[in-house]
């Protein structure tokens, strides 16, 4: 039986970690390469909070409903069919968790190299075997290692808020409300292609589902994380953007990925870039360690469904899933060896929000067809805050297939390919049984 280690504290820590990563840190500099204006800047992540919320809800729902770990691939299975399952359990495991994992690292890779004089690649390389290693070692020095650097990485993010709101010399901006410029860049199409890479920042407020079964009192807890911990990081991403703009002119922000230290050096000088390098990179080490710890719960899960897998779903005596560890860690490993940012965030982007649309609309499906199930938690705001959810995730799809269709295609194959292998899985299984 799997043990409980995670109360609010932890299960909150585990939230705000896997949100709170590269994507924040670099995607700025994409969104205004095509919108100009503060006020449609910021309002991105008003936006992207509010639709991040408006999903954390329904999925506190199904995970209070469903408190078995897995994510996707326990509430999709439920909500329409097995293989929906699978498939979201395929998406977290090729794509939701090891491609943020693999951009996290070569992030921390680059930032640690302008700092310290090692190769970006093998700090990176170097520090995903430390996570691994630590995460390995057992649940409560996983737990303990977790909610420590997640207090660090906040504690950091703040003083680099407060620094740049006292900031002296202000560059101008514009917020383009006077003149309906904002307005106008709200309802285009790059706002919703932006709002891709501000999905992408927000991934992870669902992580509460892939380690539900290792959450005490999951019930209470699970909502009660998956709001505090949506509501915390998207009033720190205002605020960290805010300063950003106000360090930073925007022409300068442009097709930039390495915002913060740009920010940095504005602020302090030569000495500002380095130090914000080496804050990213303390704040990078606790968002990947968390989504190690996601990852490998939904590989051991979904890895249960298919008998030629079943050695990847085996715990240790203590609960830790490490062949699952060890997996998703040669798969990052392999992903490290690639370097194209901004496809991969729109690739990444494009098939979690999918995934995530079915799962809301599994949620709402759940409302009908297993309405005698006990619910412990009933989604705030029910049907308005699931339905704002599927609106802006349609809209943004629709919107990536037409203008990034490279990237969502990719994203549509990985599902296809997905399918395949549940396929292939289930006829061999079959004629082993005869």
């Excluded at 326990?74 to 090891?98: D, I, K, R």
């Excluded at 649940?139 to 660090?152: E, G, N, S």
């Excluded at 504690?155 to 514009?174: E, I, K, N, T």
Aim: glycine share 12%; hydrophobic share 55%.
């Amino acid at each position: 039986m799997t043990q409980r280690h995670f109360g609010f504290p932890g299960a909150t820590s585990v939230l705000i970690a896997n949100m709170v990563g590269t994507g924040v840190f670099t995607s700025l500099g994409f969104q205004a390469l095509d919108l100009h204006t503060g006020g449609a800047l910021l309002s991105l992540w008003i936006v992207g909070g509010v639709v991040a919320l408006c999903g954390a809800i329904a999925y506190a729902e199904l995970g209070a409903l469903l408190p078995r770990s897995g994510g996707e691939y326990v509430y999709l299975g439920q909500a329409w069919h097995p293989v929906a399952g699978f498939l979201g359990g395929w998406v977290s495991m090729t794509v939701g968790f090891a491609a943020p994992i693999a951009l996290s690292s070569m992030a921390f890779g680059r930032y640690l190299s302008a700092i310290v004089p090692v190769d970006a690649r093998l700090a990176s390389l170097a520090m995903l075997g430390v996570v691994v290693a630590v995460h390995l070692a057992g649940l409560h020095v996983a737990k303990r290692f977790q909610v420590a650097i997640t207090a660090t990485q906040l504690c950091l993010v703040a003083a680099f808020v407060v620094a740049g709101l006292m900031y002296g010399r202000p560059v101008p901006l514009d917020s383009g409300f006077g003149n309906g410029q904002a307005l106008s860049e709200v309802f285009s199409a790059p706002y919703a292609v932006s709002l891709v890479y501000v999905s992408f920042a927000f991934t992870g407020w669902n992580a509460a589902g892939y380690i539900a079964g290792e959450i005490v009192n999951p019930e209470r807890t699970i909502p009660r994380a998956v709001v505090a911990s949506t509501l915390v990081v998207t009033v720190l991403y205002l605020l960290l953007n805010f300063a950003f703009l106000r360090t930073v002119p925007l022409a300068e922000l442009a097709g930039k990925v390495e915002v913060g230290a740009l920010s940095a050096r504005a602020m302090f000088g030569e000495w500002g870039g380095q130090a914000m390098s080496g804050i990213i990179a303390a704040v990078l080490l606790a968002s990947i360690s968390s989504m190690v710890i996601g990852s490998s719960r939904v590989t051991q899960a979904v890895a249960e469904s298919l008998p030629q897998w079943r050695i990847l779903g085996t715990r240790g005596a203590d609960g830790v899933p490490r062949n699952a560890i060890i997996a998703q860690g040669l798969l990052i490993l392999v992903l490290l060896l690639t370097n194209s940012f901004e496809a991969v965030m729109l690739y990444a982007g494009f098939t979690l929000n999918l995934m995530s649309l079915l799962t809301v609309l599994g949620m709402m499906r759940l409302r009908r067809t297993a309405a005698v199930m006990p619910r412990p938690y009933h989604a705030w705001g029910y049907p308005i805050t699931p339905l704002v959810y599927v609106a802006l995730s349609v809209w943004t799809l629709g919107t990536l297939l037409m203008q990034r269709p490279g990237a969502s295609l990719a994203g549509l194959a990985t599902v296809v390919v997905g399918y395949g292998v549940w396929l292939l899985g289930n006829r061999r299984a079959a004629s082993q049984a005869n």
